[in-house]
């Protein structure tokens, strides 16, 4: 996009920031990046099922990213400000997206944190022409902190 934000996209984007502030979705998503490395469905239902704590956690996060990268994938956030200011949705899309395809097809829904994932593709594209490797960076030290938790509960 190369077009500023409008003065309409900005305040919607920092209404979105706002409900990021509130106390218990910081709690969930404090728990959800110290909590939730799952590789499979088996995984995720161990680590955050229906009835848990963790299982609230997950949704809240989850359900958050997916409205704002729905506004974000209809337009009415600007892609530059929300890429620029909003990367935590990429951290939590690569944690869930190995689980996702099993997700849709057991609850027969495909688009199931679709816009989420049109987002992070889109992101990536974006960052990688202005930070070439840091994608694969990121991913990196993903895989490092997912090693030091597994190393800490062993």
């Known amino acids: 996009m190369d077009m500023k934000p409008t003065h309409e996209q900005a305040?919607?984007?920092l209404q979105v920031y706002d409900q990021r502030r509130e106390a218990r979705l910081r709690q969930a998503r404090d728990w959800f990046f110290k909590n939730y490395f799952a590789d499979n469905f088996e995984e995720s239902m161990r680590i955050a099922g229906p009835g848990t704590e963790g299982g609230t956690f997950?949704?809240?996060v989850l359900s958050y990213w997916e409205q704002a990268c729905a506004l974000l994938n209809?337009?009415?956030l600007h892609d530059?400000?929300?890429f620029e200011t909003s990367g935590e949705f990429?951290?939590?899309w690569e944690r869930v997206k190995a689980v996702v395809p099993d997700m849709?097809?057991?609850f027969a829904y495909k688009g199931h944190l679709a816009h989420m994932e049109k987002a992070a593709q889109r992101y990536e594209t974006w960052i990688e022409t202005r930070s070439p490797g840091h994608i694969a960076a990121m991913r990196e030290f993903m895989k490092q902190m997912r090693s030091q938790v597994?190393?800490?509960a062993a």
């Open 104 to 106: 849709r097809q057991r």
């Open 11 to 13: 305040q919607l984007h």
């Open 58 to 60: 997950v949704m809240m």
């Open 74 to 76: 209809y337009g009415l």
């Open 150 to 152: 597994t190393a800490k």
């Open 80 to 82: 530059d400000l929300f």
């Open 90 to 92: 990429f951290g939590v």
